[in-house]
């Protein structure tokens, strides 16, 4: 049996009215720096965001996560930022901001499959319906 392995993760979350500091978890980042695995998941539910706020952009939102997740993959989908290193990527990805896309707070855990820890992740803290991510 392999030996767990120490992860990073945050929570991906919209914040339509950043002033009301009312949010809908739509994500997750882990990042497995031992084993180089960065990957981020989402599952954007646009009618809890919109009952939050009936004006949410939905089309920025949608891009905004898109190129989320295209740093986090690396490479040129992922502009500048996603040439940089793993670790100075998930770093630029969980740096706290106070606009729309916000992540939580960094926890660590462990695991012997990041790909399970994420998907893990993702069903317990942003798919309220057990749908799956994408």
Not at 82 to 92: E, I, K, N, P, T
Not at 106 to 126: F, K, P, W, Y
């Amino acid at each position: 049996m392999a030996a767990p392995e120490v992860y990073d993760y945050a929570v991906i979350r919209i914040v339509p009215r950043v002033e009301r500091e009312e949010f809908v978890n739509v994500g997750v980042i882990l990042s497995c720096q031992r084993t180089g695995f960065l990957r981020a998941a989402v599952a954007l539910d646009e009618a809890r965001l919109l009952a939050l706020d009936p004006g949410v952009d939905l089309d920025t939102v949608r891009r905004h996560l898109a190129a989320l997740l295209a740093i986090a993959e690396g490479g040129p989908g992922g502009g500048p930022i996603g040439q940089l290193a793993l670790r100075a990527r998930f770093h630029w990805l969980t740096a706290r901001r106070s606009s729309i896309i916000q992540t939580s707070p960094v926890h660590t855990g462990r695991c012997t499959n990041s790909q399970a820890a994420l998907d893990e992740i993702m069903r317990r803290m942003v798919q309220v319906g057990g749908g799956p991510a994408s």
